[in-house]
């Protein structure tokens, strides 16, 4: 019979043995579920068990049982793993060259209302035909438009002849598109002092003698006071009447006769007279070559225009 101690060492070796069998037996699924804590604890306890000596006497009765010290293998060697590379969190805030761009507000400015001429336009210095010509907006073209006058009758307008200047137009011949109630009003300088008229041949009729009838009207800033009237056939390219000149050419009427007044004031109308000793053929092409002057006897300054009509 074994001793108490021989049974004692029997049994711890019958359960150390069947533990061994339930470690490598263990189902594949699970093995993952031993940590590396349990299997070096697993093998130290199998090493100690190991190291223990026994002494028995003739009979075979174990005398002594001592346990060695435990010889425990080296630690396995740590896996070097790849060193992963420093990704991003997507919770973290990126630093630079990741830079965060703060967005620019821009505000558009209001856009300026545009000029398109309906016929060919003088640009000029003021809004008025007495300022000189600066420029012109030709039919179908287009400008912006900048300012106004307080009558809202001429625009201010980029000059379409020379960039970075400006000039007026008259409202008459332009169609301006978009929103001019901000437009500023512009105050002109005061108008040079010049000499202008507009002419036009009004008619025929009886003086006693067949007389020529013209319209004309002072859009200058001085005085008219003298005129000389001149009439050229154009079909013989002869001059065939004139000149004819008087300090009181200005009559109230286009159907009057005799001298009329010795003035005519700035933006008054009046008329012209030129007597004739004979008639031309009806449709013949006929001009009258007109002088005004601001003096008596044609002193001062003058301007000369020509109107160009069928003889009636």
């Known amino acids: 019979m074994f001793s108490v101690n021989t049974r ?116 000029r210095s003021g809004p008025s035909p007495l300022y000189p010509r600066l420029g012109y907006l030709l039919k179908g073209q287009t400008s912006t438009v900048h300012g106004r006058n307080s009558a809202t009758s001429w625009w201010y307008i980029a000059n379409p002849a020379k960039p970075g200047q400006f000039c007026w137009v008259w409202g008459e011949t332009t169609v301006v598109t978009g929103n001019t109630a901000q437009l ?62 008087t300090n009181y050419p200005f009559l109230a009427g286009p159907n009057g006769c005799g001298n009329g007044a010795d003035k005519l004031e700035p933006n008054q109308v009046a008329y012209l007279l030129k007597g004739l000793g004979f008639t031309l053929p009806k449709g013949t092409n006929t001009r009258a070559i007109i002088v005004l002057c601001t003096e008596p006897d044609g002193g001062g300054d003058c301007l000369e225009i020509k109107v160009t009509f069928n003889f009636p």
């Open 184 to 245: 500023v009003v512009i105050t002109p300088p005061p108008p040079p002092e010049v000499v202008d008229y507009q002419v036009a041949f009004n008619n025929m009729h009886d003086c006693g003698v067949p007389t020529l009838t013209f319209w004309v009207k002072n859009v200058g800033t001085k005085t008219l006071r003298w005129s000389s009237i001149t009439i050229k056939d154009l079909s013989t390219n002869t001059f065939i009447s004139g000149p004819e000149t």
């Open 8 to 123: 004692r060492f029997v049994s711890w070796i019958t359960l150390f043995g069947l533990a061994l069998f339930s470690a490598c037996n263990l189902p594949i699924g699970e093995s993952n579920q031993i940590d590396q804590n349990t299997l070096y604890t697993a093998a130290a306890e199998t090493i100690q068990a190991s190291s223990i000596q026994f002494t028995l006497d003739a009979q075979g009765v174990l005398l002594t049982e001592q346990a060695g010290t435990p010889q425990f293998p080296a630690q396995p060697a740590t896996a070097t793993l790849p060193q992963q590379q420093n990704l991003p969190n997507p919770t973290q805030t990126l630093a630079p060259p990741f830079l965060t761009l703060e967005p620019t507000l821009t505000f558009p400015q209001p856009g300026l209302p545009s000029i398109t001429a309906n016929v060919d336009t003088n640009c």
